[in-house]
């Protein structure tokens, strides 16, 4: 069965940075492209930012362009979201999705999701 697991979300001023990672299993990690959602408590889901398969490509919302960036490593199994610059409207749950090749921004189109893991950008 596909589990993915978000992990290093916390508390970080404004300005700070942090690093998510979502660590996959159950599926080959390679054929999936990746992507990472936000959603703040009475929000919609929205989209942060997606991954290729093979990581050639990339896809970015306006709000985080040049200060988010998400990588992947196919021998891990594992996506990254690092995360520059934060805002204090940054803060959310973020999570992971995946979905079979062709990356998307809309969350309906993702198949698998992680748990969440919440980020405070907050002085």
């Known amino acids: 069965q596909v589990q993915l697991v978000e992990s290093g979300g916390g508390l970080v001023q404004p300005g700070g940075s942090l690093r998510l990672s979502c660590a996959a299993s159950?599926?080959?990690?390679?054929?999936?492209?990746m992507g990472w959602f936000r959603q703040a408590p009475g929000k919609e889901r929205d989209f942060v930012a997606a991954?290729?398969?093979?990581?050639?490509?990339?896809t970015y919302a306006d709000s985080v362009k040049g200060r988010f960036t998400i990588s992947r490593d196919n021998a891990k199994n594992t996506v990254y979201l690092h995360m520059n610059s934060l805002k204090p409207e940054d803060t959310s749950v973020y999570f992971c999705?995946?979905?079979?090749?062709?990356?998307?921004?809309?969350?309906?189109?993702?198949?698998?999701w992680g748990q969440g893991t919440q980020v405070t950008a907050s002085s």
């Open positions: 159950g599926l080959t990690f390679s054929t999936y492209s």
């Open positions: 991954i290729s398969g093979s990581g050639a490509g990339t």
């Open positions: 999705a995946a979905r079979p090749w062709v990356r998307s921004s809309r969350p309906n189109d993702y198949n698998y």
